[in-house]
T-cell receptor, first 114, second 116 residues
């Protein structure tokens, strides 16, 4: 079984500052993938970034980076230079090799203040 | 770009009605998924399908069924809607391509279902 824990129900950040959203995971799979999604108030889930368990370097996509610490089973999302449009719910998810299934955390609501 | 569409953004039904939620993807993905999202619970997998006419139960299949007659279309059916099925329903699809880990799931816009 796989599990994702997001311990921050809500986070606040000032515009242009960096913010880290925490994610820890548990899995018995040797090979797995970690994902972050953004859900604005409109409801659609937007894929942000992916990290494979065998990837040696941390994933980056523009202002998003994933701080992957395998030994600690953590996969934190770092958003640099926050923008007002970053205000949303953020979900961390883990997938193994079983038909592409993902297990999601409970999410973190990020609010960016001007 | 991957496009996943859902038949309705908002839906209001009465208790006991049969409800169909449709999902269509245009990227020839093998895998399709139905989730429900409730506050504080994240996304929970209801059913998924890895091929036409193939389906597997997720974590919360009770009260739901699915149909996948064509590769691009995956339907979620509430046989007799109940008030506790009021929720946000999200459909997703993914391509089975990588050898080591799962592929990215792409989501539709969601359907907010209210059962009165």
């Amino acid at each position: 079984a796989q599990k994702i824990t997001q311990t921050q129900p809500g986070m606040f950040v000032q515009e242009k500052e960096a913010v880290t959203l925490d994610c820890t995971y548990d899995t018995s799979d040797q090979s797995y993938g970690l994902f972050w999604y953004k859900q604005p108030s409109s409801g659609e889930m937007i894929f942000l970034i992916y990290q494979g368990s065998y990837d040696e370097q941390n994933a980056t996509e523009g202002r998003y980076s994933l701080n992957f610490q395998k030994a600690r089973k953590s996969a934190n999302l770092v958003i640099s230079a926050s923008q007002l449009g970053d205000s949303a719910m953020y979900f961390c998810a883990i997938g193994g090799t079983s038909y592409g299934k993902l297990t999601f955390g409970q999410g973190t609501i990020l609010t960016v203040h001007p | 770009d991957v496009k996943v569409t859902q038949s309705s953004r908002y839906l209001v039904k009465r208790t006991g009605e049969k409800v169909f939620l449709e999902c269509v993807q245009d990227m020839d993905h093998e895998n399709m998924f139905w989730y429900r999202q409730d506050p504080g619970l994240g996304l929970r997998l209801i059913y998924f399908s890895y091929d036409v006419k193939m389906k597997e139960k997720g974590d919360i299949p009770e009260g739901y069924s699915v149909s996948r007659e064509k590769k691009e279309r995956f339907s979620l059916i509430l046989e007799s809607a109940s008030t506790n099925q009021t929720s946000m329903y999200l459909c997703a699809s993914s391509f089975t391509g990588r050898g080591l880990a799962t592929d990215t799931q792409y989501f539709g816009p969601g359907t907010r279902l209210t059962v009165l």
